[in-house]
């Protein structure tokens, strides 16, 4: 297959949860861009059909679908709808993330929440979609985590700034690699690929203190945009990255290398 054909997207379904967010939005549009039939799925169906309506517009594929990650039962259903619908899906992107705490100090029901929504849920996700995928001969899952699953957090970007450190998001993005190689390894001999992507911080008009702070701890010198995770998202979805399982791509600027 031609390098470029071998990027192509085209009679896929992709699932991407999360996909209105900040970095959501560039993940369903680069998918569909690349020629896949794209859902974008989240609690917020209002915003989503929103999305979905001015991506169809631009000529792109996408659907919008309700789904609660913190709940079994919502899980189960969106699959069921893929099943009933196209009789499963060929890419599944992890991108939902649920921030209950805010630091240290938060209520430690707070961290329950987030273990619901961010690693019970995420782990249903991947099994429920990824079992499906066995069974239909192959895909692609991509869980997206984070620089902070691969680096402490550095204070000094946050001195004398009214910010919270969470821990259960350092806590939550460590143990995605690790589940991304579990499921690799469970499901990769039946076909399915499960690789990470770890992005920087995405520029959203923060402090400026923060920003020019941020800025400086990267190699490129600036925070991440509208369209730096789109090629990595449809590297890893599609056949172009065929031999690639268990991996995590980084996607930060060069701040982990710093
Ligand atoms: N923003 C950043 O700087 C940054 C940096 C590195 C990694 N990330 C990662 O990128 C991904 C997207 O982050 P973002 O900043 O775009 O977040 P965001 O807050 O803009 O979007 C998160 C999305 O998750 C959805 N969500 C939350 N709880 C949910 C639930 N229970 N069920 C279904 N959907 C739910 C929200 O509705 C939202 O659409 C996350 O995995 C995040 O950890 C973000």
Redesign the pocket.
Known sequence: MNVIDSFRLKGKVALV?????????QIVEALAEAGAKAYT????LV?LRLQAEQLRAQGLEVEALE?????ED?IRQIRARMDADHGGVDILV??????PMRDWSSPAADFETSLR?NAV?LFLMIREFGERMTERGGGSILN?????GMVGPDRALYEGLDWGIPPD?FFH?GGLLQLTRYAAAILGPRGVRVNAI?????F?NQDPTFVKRYEARTFLGR??GETDLKGAVVFLASEASAYVTGANLVVDGGYTGK
């Not at 799925?41 to 917020?44: H, I, L, P, Q, T």
């Not at 770890?198 to 995405?202: A, L, M, Q, T």
């Open positions: 949860t999360g996909g209105a967010g900040l970095f959501g939005r799925a989240s609690r917020d915003k789904l609660d990650q913190g709940s919502s992890n991108n939902a993330v649920a921030r929504v849920g997206i985590g984070s620089i902070q998001y993005k770890s992005p920087g911080g995405f959203n925070m991440a």
